[in-house]
């Protein structure tokens, strides 16, 4: 079963990333406009296109299993159909449900099944495992502002670390970032976490492109170290809105038709006032996320997600009403002087003030516990008088990352026309003691924990000590 | 007051700090007790605590009259999560220099380094870890100059100001990549600076008041210190991670009969588990790494403790750098593995005690605290499920017998912010 509404949509959504020109070109006089103009505006905007294509997968029927959806349903003992990639149905019962007689029918009875886990902040690739210097790619600390810089350019695709992130976490999509050293880190990449020989295998057909931004300690120190602007916040401010007027400009030059050569780091900036590039904002303190949300308010963007966040408890209310994210970790703290105010209770408070709480990681092993994350903070939440049922919580791992990091249209939830990527978990992923049985991505069975070959090892993994082992 | 009735005075004071102080008398009943030796956990069973010290845990234990008791039904009650090499408490703030006493990189001296100096006891990451269950910590290392972390501090985590349990308990020194690096860029120089200085601390300590080679490169408060070492009168913790170097740790005993090693780290230590389980070295391993995060860890896996624990090796947690709270959630994964085909884990009473007991044993205090046998510390925690659930909470804490505080900047934080803003005053009146 396919929905055409999704069709529609995912054509929209290529739309907005391939095509180049926008409304006002079509009124232009293109006689007079030379070719530096021209190029300066019609450019590519998708020159590393994804060459991701679904891996072959079967009709596939689970029966019998508790299905949290991701949009905050529970269905016990659920039917969950994929078919062509997609999630074909998910009902209560087989009955409702037309099977064709080729389908791998699973019984999930005492199992669980979520939409695949996604984490909204992930430097798997341009951080890679083993860390070694010749490895560290995740920050271009040569200027505070860097829209210029891709992290797509830096993922190292044979970085061991997604197949744990599958096998231990059941991740089936990530938002790569570039480091929080610069004001403007540059571009994140939504990858669906699928191993591949180029990063353009992995990347997630469609997604909108994301520019990392940071706020607070690392931008000054690493600059204000180095003798630069910004050494303090106030400068971290001053930067940013300097570069956002001359982006401001640049637009408005690129609409009247006087640009006459490209600008990387720009045409970022400009695609983020155009609302095709999201803004993913590290940011620690409240007082400081409140001041970034005016700063989007003075120059016309918006903010999707704050990440880590530690202290979003504080300012739900400015959260809800702004529709940012903030994409969180259950109970970090104390490790930085604007980490100091973290509490586990962040996400339960953020969840009863009726702000949109992410789940993510940051972190190559906890990339590999964000459901456990999840749900510690879910029990500290419960402890203060705030019951989040469990449904919600898988929400925070699921829809609400898809949302945060722009393709909440095409995953993240089970719902009909959606893409296949979901996990069966041996238990309820929410406990300690739960691991994912299977994963699937785009209907494609590509962990399974009961054939040992069904695993992916990277390149680097092959002829090393534990080649192929439980990881 | 004469100078004499002041000192005594002041004698009489350290000595009621020294015992614990107000220590309790109380029963709790009801709960469902974890020995922490490894054993199943048992339904309605009993903990006594006389002066500090548990008495008897387990099934039918009588509560003698007039005993404060303590209704735990529907609760576990655990012996106090023990937490052996961590950087507890040698900081307020990991990232601010002026609040870290974990590196002395700048100091002329290593070995001699006794991190009980910098053990504060109000810090908020020793609130919130007691919050969290833990009751003692083995803390190290320090970053120094050299391969020596120095002299690691054994610690309660009771709110008073008696923190340190050991002084000088164990010496501490890395003999992997991060030792290679200072001891001067690679592992053979490790080995003889070590070699070296086991040395000049054999040659100081048959001669301690006698004049010193003048090649010596140790000062005389390291080559002191690591004389305790080479005599086997206090612990060695050797931090390594490859199988490679496990074994050359492991045949340091040939030359040097005396050391009681410990290995941390032992990323690798399931390729070398027979020989572990036969040189009888307990290890500290970390609990759940499986990435080649560097070069001497290519072989990690998730699997690593279980298989240890399986062919006998004394294995148990430590080597906990992030917060110690989160013990009872990598013990609880370990559980996890058991589920999962071709993985190797430990049981619900190996992987509790692989928090409490291991390391207790494995810093040599088995027999002071870590479980809930007759004779120990009284420190128990209440949980309102299962410990090593990660939804699950503490309820209450006891050190020593002693009712815990668990309160701190962070549940001052939460309470202030449960309620939304009244507005008819800032939120810096609420408290």
């Known amino acids: 079963m396919k929905s055409p509404r999704l069709a529609l949509l995912t054509a929209a959504a290529m739309a907005l990333v391939l095509t180049s020109t926008s409304a006002w070109a079509a009124k232009e006089d293109k006689k007079k406009e030379s070719p530096a103009v021209k190029a300066a505006r019609d450019f590519n905007k998708d020159p590393y296109p994804s060459t991701y294509k679904p891996y072959p997968g079967r009709v596939t029927v689970i029966t019998g299993a508790t299905v949290f959806d991701g949009t905050g349903k529970r269905i016990e003992k659920g039917v969950v159909m994929v078919k062509d990639g997609k999630v074909a149905a998910v009902a209560g019962s087989l009955a409702d449900l037309d099977i064709p007689a080729d389908a791998v029918r699973i019984d999930g009875t005492g199992k669980y099944v979520t939409p695949g886990i996604i984490d909204a902040h992930s430097h798997l690739g341009n951080y890679p495992s083993p860390g070694v210097e010749a490895h560290s790619d995740g920050n271009e600390l040569t200027d505070p502002t860097t829209p210029n810089v891709w992290a ?8 061991p670390g997604f197949s744990r992130a599958m096998a231990n976490g059941g991740i089936t999509a990530l938002m790569v970032l570039p480091g929080s050293g610069n004001l403007m880190g540059g571009r994140g990449v939504v990858l669906k976490n ?24 690392n931008p000054k120190r690493v600059y204000g170290s180095k003798g630069r602007t910004p050494s303090t916040r106030m400068g971290n401010f001053a930067v940013n809105r300097e570069t956002w007027i001359k982006a401001k400009e640049y637009r408005a030059k690129r609409d009247a038709g006087k640009l006459e050569s490209r600008d990387l780091a720009m045409e970022t900036l400009v695609g983020v006032l155009d609302g095709e590039v999201l803004i993913q904002n590290h940011c620690y303190r409240a007082d400081e996320m409140a001041l970034v949300l005016d700063m989007a308010k003075e120059f016309g963007y918006k903010v999707a997600t704050f990440h880590h966040a530690v202290e979003s408890y504080k300012i739900g209310d400015l959260l809800k009403e702004a529709d940012t994210c903030s994409a969180i970790w259950a109970d970090w703290w104390g490790f930085k002087m604007e980490s100091y105010d973290g509490i586990p209770e962040n996400a339960g408070l953020l969840y009863k003030a009726g702000a949109c709480v992410v789940i993510h990681s940051d972190d190559a092993n906890g990339i590999q516990r964000l459901p456990q994350e999840a749900a510690k903070a879910q029990g ?77 090892v990277s390149d680097f993994e092959l002829g090393q000590p534990g080649e192929g082992d439980v990881k | 007051m004469s100078a004499r009735t002041i000192t005594l005075a002041l004698a009489a004071l350290l000595a009621s700090a020294a015992a614990p102080a107000f220590a309790q008398t109380v029963a709790i009943t009801g709960g469902k007790v974890v020995i922490g030796d490894g054993s199943d956990p048992i339904e309605g069973g009993t903990v006594l ?10 099934k039918g234990i009588a509560v003698p009259a007039g005993v404060k008791t303590i209704d735990a039904s529907g609760k576990w009650v655990t012996p106090g999560l023990v937490v052996a090499v961590t950087d507890l408490g040698l900081f307020d703030v990991d990232a601010v220099d002026d609040s870290n006493d974990g590196d002395a990189s700048n100091s002329p001296f290593s070995a001699a380094l006794d991190l009980s100096a910098a053990i504060n006891p109000d810090g908020q990451h020793v609130k919130v870890s007691r919050a969290g269950g833990v009751t003692r910590a ?32 164990f010496q501490y020194v890395d003999l992997g990549e991060a030792g290679a690096r200072r001891a001067g860029g690679s592992r053979v120089a490790s080995y003889v600076m070590l070699h070296n200085a086991l040395g000049e601390a054999k040659e100081l ?55 009681r090693l410990v290995i941390v780290g032992a990323s690798e230590g399931w390729m070398v588990a027979g020989e572990l389980a036969r040189a009888g070295v307990p290890v500290l391993a970390t609990p759940l790494n499986d990435l080649p995060d560097t070069f001497e860890q290519l072989g990690s896996t998730q699997s690593n403790v279980g298989r240890m624990k ?22 609880g994964n370990l559980v996890a593995l058991t589920r999962v085909p071709g993985a190797s884990g430990l049981s619900w009473g190996q992987a509790f005690a692989a928090i409490s007991s291991g390391p207790a044993e494995a810093i040599g205090m088995g027999d002071k605290f870590g479980s809930l046998r007759a004779g120990r510390a009284g420190d128990l925690v209440i949980w309102d499920g299962d410990p090593l659930e990660v939804t699950s909470g503490v309820v209450k804490v006891y050190i020593d017998g002693v009712e815990q505080p668990l ?14 803003n009244q507005g008819s005053l800032p939120k810096a009146y609420d408290w």
Request: aromatic share 6%; charged share 25%; proline share 7%.
């Open chain 2, 205 to 259: 300590a048959a001669a301690p008041a006698g004049a010193r080679r003048d090649d010596v490169l140790l000062t005389r408060r390291d080559a002191q210190a690591l004389g305790a070492v080479v005599t086997g009168k206090q612990p060695l913790y050797v931090r390594v991670e490859r199988a490679a170097d496990i074994r050359m740790v492991l045949g340091l005993r040939a030359e040097y009969p005396a050391l």
């Open chain 2, 407 to 420: 309160d701190n900047h962070q549940t001052r934080l939460r309470d202030r912010y449960n309620t939304p």
């Open chain 2, 310 to 331: 399986a062919a006998g090796v004394k294995v148990s947690l430590g080597a906990f750098f992030d917060q110690p709270r989160y013990a009872p959630q990598y013990a």
């Open chain 1, 194 to 217: 699928v191993p591949d020989r180029t990063v353009q295998g992995m990347k997630f057909p469609a997604a909108p492109y994301s520019l990392k931004m940071a706020c607070g300690e």
């Open chain 2, 138 to 169: 083995a803390v190290a290392p320090l970053g120094t100059g050299s391969i020596f972390g120095g002299q690691g501090a054994v610690i309660d985590l009771g709110a008073d100001p008696q923190a340190v349990t050991t002084p000088r308990a």
């Open chain 1, 152 to 159: 797509e350019h830096s993922v190292w695709p044979q970085d």
């Open chain 1, 380 to 456: 500290d939440a419960r402890r203060i008088g705030i019951d989040v049922p469990d449904a919600e919580v898988i929400r925070w791992l699921t829809l609400n990352p898809a949302k945060a990091i722009g393709v909440d249209k095409l995953t993240g939830s089970l719902e009909p026309g959606k893409a296949a990527d979901l996990v069966l978990w041996n238990g309820n992923p929410l406990s300690v003691y739960s691991r994912p049985e299977k994963v699937w991505i785009d209907g494609a069975l590509l962990f399974d924990s009961n054939d040992r070959k069904r695993r992916a």
């Open chain 2, 49 to 58: 605590v006389q002066d500090g010290k548990v008495v008897a845990a387990g």
